[in-house]
């Protein structure tokens, strides 16, 4: 039997549905959704197999233009996973169609792209009539010579089964990568502080979730099955502290309830989940920060 694998970067602006579609492909769910920009921070692995072939997808953050430390170390991220991957796939929003945003990832990827195959996958097409897909597929083509176009809806599924087929087929013949049941590849505790960084940043408003920082510091193996997660939450103001806990308590409760539940599911087992927030005005410029987010702090200096 000859077997095939490779890397499958997917990339796209902020918000484009690149975890959305990794989770699907994998068929759980590894990388957290929100509806915010700028929810991926670093690049996740997800695993799927599809006949003989094993597809390492890696998430990326959203493509932008970058103005701190955080952005350019999660842009850098972003396009290193595309020049390491043997197929890169762009995912563009249907309903926002070309943005700027988009023209300018189209112009860094005649460098990236170069020597591998390229495709496009137009994402949300539940959101807008078939017929501006069409002329949105064209104008795009017009722009790069990429091998294929998809249409999808990494929500619905719509399309992913066709996506998942090609490229099973355009990775590279060799042995697989991982074992046939890993399906990430990110460690345990890494995982579960973004479970928790999810919830926050749904349940928080405008620059606070881009502010913060979810560590796993402690995780307890208990006799009875169980585990014992301790994760800190880093802030840089006192007063983000008091929106995280919210009156009596309550956000940091209710976050703490949805992320163990989660978890629990995931792990298929029971979680006691203990959160904490810390005030540290400079983790934005803190090396060990970044390591632990899996991201290159060099990758932030200008
Ligand atoms: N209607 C619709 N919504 C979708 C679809 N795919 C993703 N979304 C939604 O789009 C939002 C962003 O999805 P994500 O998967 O977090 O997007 P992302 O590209 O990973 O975003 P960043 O990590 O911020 O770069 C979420 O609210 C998703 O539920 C789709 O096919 N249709
Ligand atoms: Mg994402």
Same mark, same amino acid.
């Given at each position: 039997m000859s077997t095939r694998a490779g890397f499958v970067a997917l990339i796209g602006e902020?918000?484009?549905g690149k975890s959305t579609l990794l989770n699907r492909m994998v068929g759980a769910k590894v990388s957290i959704v929100t509806h915010?920009?700028?929810?991926?921070r670093a690049r996740i692995r997800g695993v799927a197999m599809e006949g003989d072939s094993q597809i390492v997808f890696v998430d990326t953050p959203g493509l932008f233009q970058p103005r701190r430390r955080l952005d350019r170390a999660m842009v850098a991220a972003a396009w290193g996973g595309a020049a390491d991957a043997d197929v890169v796939v762009l995912l563009i929003e249907a309903q926002r169609g070309l943005t700027e945003g988009v023209e300018r990832i189209l112009e860094g990827l005649q460098d990236i792209g170069q020597g591998r195959k390229v495709a496009l996958a137009i994402n949300? =097409?539940?959101?807008?009539?078939a017929e501006v897909l069409l002329g949105l597929s064209q104008k795009l083509n017009d722009l790069y010579p990429f091998v294929e176009t998809f249409m999808i809806s990494a929500e619905k599924g719509h399309g992913v089964e066709a996506l998942r087929h090609w490229l099973a087929s355009e990775v590279p013949e060799?042995?697989?990568?991982?074992?046939?049941?890993? =399906?990430?590849?990110?460690?345990m505790r890494m995982i579960a502080a973004e479970m928790t960084r999810e919830k926050l940043t749904l349940r928080l408003h405008q620059e606070l979730p881009y502010q913060l920082t979810v560590e796993t510091e402690a995780w307890e193996e208990r006799k009875d099955g169980s585990a014992k997660i301790d994760q800190l939450i880093y802030v840089v103001r006192d007063g983000h502290k008091g929106i995280v806990l919210g009156n009596k308590g309550e956000t940091i409760k209710a976050v703490s309830k949805a992320a163990r539940e989660e978890l629990e599911e995931f792990l298929g087992r029971k979680i006691h989940l203990f959160l904490q927030v810390k005030v540290r005005p400079n983790w934005l410029d803190e090396a060990e920060r970044y390591s632990e987010m899996g991201l290159d702090f060099k990758d932030g200096n200008t």
């Open positions: 902020p918000n484009a915010k920009v700028q929810t991926t949300k =097409i539940d959101r807008v009539q060799g042995p697989w990568l991982y074992p046939e049941d890993q =399906i990430a590849d990110l460690p």
